[in-house]
């Protein structure tokens, strides 16, 4: 069964960084495009960040653009999302996801990691 | 960006009963590969995201046939043909076609 498991959230002040983690496993990691997707509390999903398998692909929300940055390591089965700069508005479960070969988008999720930004 | 939009919003249903929630987008999501990358994912109170139904009508491995997804271009519809206990929580459409990827407001789905 596929595994993601996130990790790094926590409680950051404004203006802060953050770095996440998702670890990957009982799947080919490096053929695998993946996913950012996060849910401010009580609210609806939001997409944050692609990046292909390779990584020569990437994409970002207006939302989150020059303050993010999605990475992975294939040598390691891990993603991961830098935060910089961080703002209220930012605080969100951040779910990790991946899309299947064949551009087959957004097939499993992790369980989410919790980031608060609050003073 | 390509707004999606979802109606109802929240959707009363009883045992046994059918239920639809339509999707709206803002512009055509056929890709120029001709597929449509409309998906419907299923959040249950206090799980992830769980996709159900992707490029439109083909559901995933496990999601019980009492789901169904149709539509074309910029009207989409997903269909339970008799809600379960087990269906209540909040449905998503989303749109693969264009970046950024976009989802739906969200439809509440609770039992009456």
């Known amino acids: 069964e596929v595994q993601l498991v996130e990790s790094g959230g926590g409680l950051v002040q404004p203006g802060g960084s953050l770095r996440l983690s998702c670890a990957a496993s009982e799947f080919s990691f490096s053929i695998c495009s993946m996913n950012w997707v996060r849910q401010a509390p009580g609210k609806g999903l939001e997409w944050v960040s692609y990046i292909s398998s390779g990584s020569s692909t990437i994409y970002y929300a207006d939302s989150v653009k020059g303050r993010f940055t999605i990475s992975r390591d294939n040598a390691k089965n891990s993603l991961y999302l830098q935060m910089n700069s961080l703002r209220d508005e930012d605080t969100a479960v951040y779910y990790c996801a991946r899309d299947s070969p064949n551009y087959d988008i957004l097939t499993d999720w992790g369980q989410g990691t919790l980031v608060t930004v609050a003073s | 960006d390509v707004v999606m939009t979802q109606s109802p919003l929240s959707l009363p249903v009883t045992l046994g009963q059918p239920a639809s929630i339509s999707c709206r987008s803002s512009?055509?999501?056929?890709?120029?590969?001709?597929?449509?990358?409309l998906n419907w994912f299923q959040q249950r109170p206090g799980q992830s995201p769980r996709r159900l139904i992707y490029k439109v009508s083909n559901r995933d491995f496990g999601v019980p046939d009492r789901f169904s997804g149709s539509g074309s271009g910029t009207d989409f519809t997903l269909k339970i043909s008799r809600v379960e206990a087990e269906d209540v929580g909040v449905y998503y459409c989303m749109q693969g076609t264009h970046w950024p990827w976009t989802f739906g407001q969200g439809t509440k789905v609770e039992i009456k």
């Open positions: 512009q055509s999501l056929v890709y120029s590969d001709g597929n449509t990358y």
